[in-house]
């Protein structure tokens, strides 16, 4: 039975209902609470009204944003829970909570696992209760999404109508991260109001994911997971999955077709964005099966075929204007026709390039860099560089790809894997014109070749 | 260098597209990701695939520790070279 989050503490959920999945053991409704009840004497002893929630487990994620509701904190979720970024949010009045122990020193509450009592739960106020989302934003600075938990309600509610029945109490696993919308809603808290058990951790491979998956379970993965399924053989009938949900970016048809030969269906694509949260849904049956816009969401586009969406969950309730350019049809299903702006996507996650190139300058090694995409069988993130003169000497001690690693390393603590540029070059001078302006096909040419270029 | 690490270097250097290294260059103890050659979880994605249509075996989280195989070259090679033996057994 669907039970919203802002009345679940107060409801009468069964207290042996499973919740999650930890190494093969449940933990229960009332394991939740209990945890849950700790966590808020640890938030009230501090006395403060917002915390920043980043978490290796989903499970301790959502112990956190119940307790963290509960004691009316505002929740700052970061995209990530590396240390270059968490700096940018900790502080006292505004402390860490995480299961990951050795990275808010004194500002950070730990969600262990310890359990407490809670006299009394109370039904939660959807309207005064956010979270903070932070996506890449134009600036090379993370940008603040908010959303209400009436937002995130609604869409949670549209999610059951149209999913519940088929997921029909299946277990959850995903390769997404929670500290996103999509991962958050799917696989975690959909399964969280429904009364369906989730696993808490991220498989970043498919056979430790199968390994644990019971057999009908419902997947929350993406593209970048979907177009690298190992040749497994299909999974047998009694077992297959009822729906695998994927977001972040166009799954190609071919990969929709092999997921569907081997888990037995075809991936649901849920088109949407932080901002505007969930808007359409499509099972790719042909490469241009259009998507059909979630219950309440309307959609419409302006003269450059952008399209706009409006939903009782899309922030201020007023169109939201998206970055994608789509073929409208008249039922206000669409099909998706390419992106306009200087985000790129990929492997499903949004970057800016602005963003790694920031980072990227900040090493000793480097005077200047571009970063941008290749379309090459996929879409691929790559790096030109200017060295300064120690990158030069660097250069020539170790060559051209372990200095590439150097980068990717100096990196690694702000950005995600996907956002590491995967081929590099190394020049003297950046291309650039007269007016000051990249030439990108100079920029292009650097990589036609096969060969490095070094 | 044994024969058969060189052509799991080869298979690396290939599958993930590495550019500005030649198989010599690396070392077969050094570790594959993270640290040594720095590959990451897209790379692991990617290196199973190409290893099971390689050499036409499974790999099942069930029964190996995966983290230990994937390690380095020389693990990886005496893991695929064990799983070939029981496919042919």
Redesign the interface.
Known sequence: MFIPISKLLISDRAGDTPVARISGEDRSFADLTAEIAHLCLHIRSRGVNQVVLATKSSYAFVCGMLAAFQTDCRIIVPPNALPGMLTHFVKMECPLMSDICDIGDDNQIVIDGKSGVEPTFKELDPDQCYLDFYTSGSTGQPKRVPKSLAQIENELIVLDQIFGAKLNGAATLGTVSHQHIFGLYFKCLLPLCEGRVFFPEIFEIWEELLAAAPPRSCFVSSPAHLTRIPPFDPLPHEERTPVIFTAGGPLPFEAAQDASVKFGTLPTEIFGSTETGGVAHRQQKDPRTPFTPLPGVQTRIDTQQLLSVKSIYTDGADWDVTNDIVELLEDGSFILAGRANQFVKIEGKRISLIEVEKYLIQSDYVRDAAVFILKEDRATLVAVVELSAPGWQRHQEIGGFRLNRILRRELSPYLENAALPRRWRFVGRLPINAQGKRQQASLDELFASEEGAD | MNDFELEIKKLVIKTL?????TPE?IDSEERLFVDG??L???D???L??AI??SYGIK????NDD?KEHFASVRSLARFITSERKELGA
């Open positions: 597209n590495l550019e500005d290294i260059e050659l720095g990451d979880s897209i692991a994605l990617e199973g695939v099971q249509k790999i099942n989280a069930k995966l």
